[in-house]
């Protein structure tokens, strides 16, 4: 299937439009008409419906693939690239809010090369490994609540190095006078009816809660989008709604239970790819 289709395809279900999909895209509605055609054909089945405009079971179903798809064709080219040749003295690092950055180590080095660029970008774990695959970001620290010998769950972005940067208690933060606050330990599938803030961006996402209790539940309460910790701190010590994450995030306010079932920890990972001698400096301030 050609990737240029594809992309249009994905644009067009995305925004529930082939006019909007043009004018995002650069092309003429014609032009999107006529692609999204030639994928039809190529696959042998339609892949959406013209009005209104939705997916067909099909479209659906391609559409699960499309994602992954050009993020690989995207993490090849970065790949090369990569390889390729020397880029700019610039450094592009990528962490999650809670990864526990070690700027002391990026000021280091960052002043042993006073001539180099050195960014930050601060993002959700799947923003960051994926900003890495596909050469946006140098490097990046993500981070998530696993059990021990599990990987952190990441985007299949292809050939990327992945390394342990640090492992620390995972708790459920709970405000500081709530009823359980005082307990030794807690069942995670025992809190499967509380009511848990949905902040995909900086704590443990709802999906990934049922998957580690292996229990259906954990209902959203409010819902928060951002990455600042301290606002998502506040939220949780006013009551709307708990979360699984490291000891070491508990603010004023909000207590750590420990998860006595299953057995968990927050691990930090630093994921990247090929790197440029900037980047290797920092990658080796934090593994030192």
Same mark, same amino acid.
């Given at each position: 299937?050609?990737?240029?289709?594809?992309r249009?395809?994905?644009?067009?279900?995305?925004?529930?439009?082939?006019?909007?999909?043009?004018?995002?895209?650069?092309?003429?509605?014609?032009?999107?008409?006529?692609?999204?055609?030639?994928?039809?054909?190529?696959?042998?089945?339609?892949?959406?419906?013209?009005?209104?405009?939705?997916l067909?079971?099909a479209?659906?179903r391609?559409?699960?693939?499309?994602?992954?798809?050009?993020?690989?064709?995207?993490a090849?080219?970065?790949?090369?690239?990569?390889l %390729?040749?020397?880029?700019?003295?610039?450094?592009?690092?990528? !962490? &999650? /809010? $809670?990864?526990g *950055?070690? +700027?002391? =180590?990026?000021?280091?080095?960052?002043?042993?090369?006073?001539?180099?660029?050195?960014?930050?970008?601060?993002?959700?774990?799947?923003?960051?490994?994926?900003?890495?695959?596909?050469?946006?970001?140098?490097?990046?620290?993500?981070?998530?609540?696993?059990?021990?010998s599990?990987?952190?769950?990441?985007?299949?972005?292809?050939?990327?190095?992945t390394?342990?940067?640090?492992?620390?208690?995972?708790?459920?933060?709970?405000?500081?006078?709530?009823?359980?606050?005082?307990?030794?330990?807690?069942?995670?599938?025992?809190? %499967?009816?509380?009511?848990?803030?949905?902040?995909?961006?900086? !704590? &443990? /996402? $709802?999906?990934? *809660?049922? +998957?580690? =209790?292996?229990?259906?539940?954990?209902?959203?309460?409010?819902a928060?989008?951002?990455?600042?910790?301290?606002?998502?701190?506040?939220?949780?010590?006013?009551?709307?709604?708990?979360?699984?994450l490291?000891?070491?995030?508990?603010?004023?306010?909000v207590?750590?239970?420990?998860?006595?079932?299953?057995?968990?920890?927050?691990?930090?990972?630093?994921?990247?790819?090929?790197?440029?001698?900037?980047a290797?400096?920092?990658?080796?301030?934090?593994?030192?």
């Amino acid at each position: 299937m050609d990737p240029h289709l594809l992309r249009t395809f994905a644009a067009v279900a995305r925004l529930g439009s082939f006019s909007a999909a043009a004018d995002e895209l650069g092309y003429t509605q014609s032009a999107v008409s006529q692609q999204i055609a030639a994928l039809e054909q190529d696959v042998g089945a339609p892949l959406l419906r013209r009005r209104p405009v939705a997916l067909t079971d099909a479209g659906a179903r391609l559409l699960e693939h499309t994602g992954p798809i050009l993020l690989r064709l995207a993490a090849a080219r970065a790949d090369v690239v990569r390889l %390729a040749g020397p880029p700019p003295a610039a450094v592009v690092l990528g !962490a &999650t /809010p $809670l990864s526990g *950055l070690d +700027a002391a =180590a990026v000021v280091r080095v960052r002043r042993a090369m006073p001539r180099v660029t050195f960014t930050l970008h601060v993002a959700g774990a799947a923003a960051v490994a994926t900003g890495v695959a596909v050469g946006e970001l140098d490097l990046g620290l993500v981070d998530g609540v696993t059990a021990p010998s599990d990987p952190l769950p990441l985007p299949d972005t292809g050939r990327l190095t992945t390394a342990p940067v640090a492992e620390r208690p995972a708790v459920v933060a709970l405000p500081a006078g709530h009823p359980l606050a005082g307990r030794r330990g807690l069942r995670l599938a025992d809190l %499967a009816d509380a009511v848990w803030l949905d902040a995909p961006e900086i !704590a &443990t /996402p $709802l999906e990934r *809660l049922r +998957a580690l =209790a292996r229990a259906e539940g954990f209902r959203g309460g409010l819902a928060y989008p951002g990455t600042d910790a301290g606002v998502f701190s506040s939220l949780i010590a006013a009551g709307a709604g708990l979360a699984l994450l490291p000891e070491s995030a508990l603010r004023p306010g909000v207590r750590g239970v420990p998860v006595a079932e299953p057995r968990l920890v927050h691990r930090t990972d630093l994921v990247h790819g090929s790197l440029t001698e900037p980047a290797a400096a920092v990658r080796d301030a934090f593994m030192a």
